[in-house]
């Protein structure tokens, strides 16, 4: 449930409540806005019974949440959440590109790439060090070494760095090295992973899994949130559906949705929802409309020669092409672009 407390409340009054819901046992999780506190409770509310909070001083309203998910809901955050990484934020007055490759091959391509999509305008670097691929004989990535480009690649750049990770050990790795945490579509309901994520206290991008629901989603972003760590990025990346034309079905609507919903900034990854070059540019403005807070776009040196997703990675002149033509999208949001 949440208390939401009078615009005129006091510290005392709303500190008072809070050491109530706390000596029963229960965790709070206080959101202050412009003009109105509001405090969420997390637990079993049985434990407030007979405690009257509804009448005690300072209290306008209670409200039940019926939804299972609590940290990641709206009610308990009216206010769109902005989450710091590295030198940037990623939140409502931005347009965050991350851009890079879908897997680390060696330290020039991961250099050439770096330099290139900053110059187009990304803020983020992207790569794939730990490959989760449906084939056991695909390439499954560098592991530590690909990190150790990809840092190389932020202190040459000042990018931003992000890579996705598979278990506890990649983890335990990637934090020494990058400044955001990815957890792929396949390990979106993986809730130990989620948790030691959650554990780590880096900035997380929780990617859609290929066939989840929205509300079960924004349940995975509550295990990661439930260890204390609030700072978690949602991505839409495509589901699965009949539909063979494309890669997976890129479900713009969930943008909108979200927004309904949850205060955690929202992600499109048009690169993973297609499998198609061509179709990339288009969606990325689509997702610009529909109020998404940044893209993730798969970039390579040569496509052609990729070891992984070639066929839905731009180039460095199709991906400075579509920076360009996101501006005027980013300037009608009230967005700023890099």
Known sequence: MIIIMKPNASQEAIAKITRTIQDSDLQVHLSKGHQ??????????SRLQGKNLEIADGVDKIVAVTESYKLANKKFHPDQSVIPVGTTTIGPDSLTIMAGPCAVENQEQMM????????AGATFLRGGAYKPRTSP????????????????????????VICEVTSQHAIESAVKYVDMLQIGARNMQNFELLKEAGKSGMPVLLKRGLSATIDEWLNA???????????????ERGIRTYETATRNTLD???VPV???????PVIVDPSHATGVRAYVAPLARAAVAAGADGLMIEVHPNPACALSDGPQSLTFDQFQELAGELRPYADLAGRKLG
């Open 36 to 45: 109105v506190t509001i405090i969420g409770v997390v637990g079993d509310k």
């Open 221 to 235: 972003a509550e295990y990661i949130m439930s260890e204390g760590n609030e700072q978690v990025v949602l991505c």
């Open 258 to 264: 979200l927004r309904s919903r949850t205060h955690l």
């Open 112 to 119: 050439e790439t770096a330099f290139a999509v900053k110059k």
């Open 137 to 160: 004989y695909s390439f499954q990535g560098l592991e530590e070494t690909g990190l150790r480009y990809m840092k190389e690649a932020r202190e040459a750049t000042g990018l931003n």
């Open 252 to 254: 713009i609507s969930a």
